[in-house]
């Protein structure tokens, strides 16, 4: 063999080796680092958790026109509906009751009325239908449970 030939060989064996080592230190970072679960307002009690939600919702819907905070209540109504909707639609023994569904509607009209005129107010006739389907959907739970 020639010098030259052992040379190749030699980086081969190198650069095999420090591949090895280079997976072998990424595998034992990558397992090291800690994962984090969203953080939730929800309890996963379903009929304490939809009537928190109704009463939070009645009181953004109550919000006057005028009032200073309409902003900070809006977003926190958004997040309180996704925060509801991703908890319990995909939850079998919840999805399928009158409850939910009665929820699902008011959320929807509600969460897209924000997110497509943010900067609007919620109309009258809005404001008495999300009303009517919060306090039936709140009727509803207490029945079910």
């Known amino acids: 063999m020639s010098l030259k030939e052992i040379n190749q060989l030699i980086l081969k064996k190198i650069f095999k080796t420090l591949t090895i080592i280079l997976a072998f230190i990424l595998c ?3 397992s090291a680092i800690p994962s984090y679960a ?3 307002s929800m309890t ?3 009929t304490k ?3 928190a939600v109704v009463q939070t919702l009645k009181d953004a819907v109550g919000t006057s026109k ?3 905070n309409s902003g900070e209540v809006r977003d926190e109504a958004l997040a309180l509906i996704t925060d509801y909707i991703s908890r319990y639609r995909n939850r079998g023994m919840v ?3 009158q409850s939910f569904t009665t929820m699902q509607t008011a959320l929807n009209a509600m ?3 924000y997110k497509n005129f ?3 107010p919620l109309p009258d006739k809005l404001k008495e239908r999300l009303n009517k389907e919060l306090a039936l959907a709140e009727k509803m739970v207490l029945r079910e449970s």
């Open 38 to 40: 969203a953080k939730t």
């Open 111 to 113: 969460a897209g009325h």
């Open 44 to 46: 996963g009690d379903y």
């Open 95 to 97: 999805n399928k009751t």
């Open 118 to 120: 943010a900067s609007r």
């Open 66 to 68: 005028d009032a200073l």
């Open 28 to 30: 034992i970072n990558l």
């Open 49 to 51: 958790d939809t009537i």
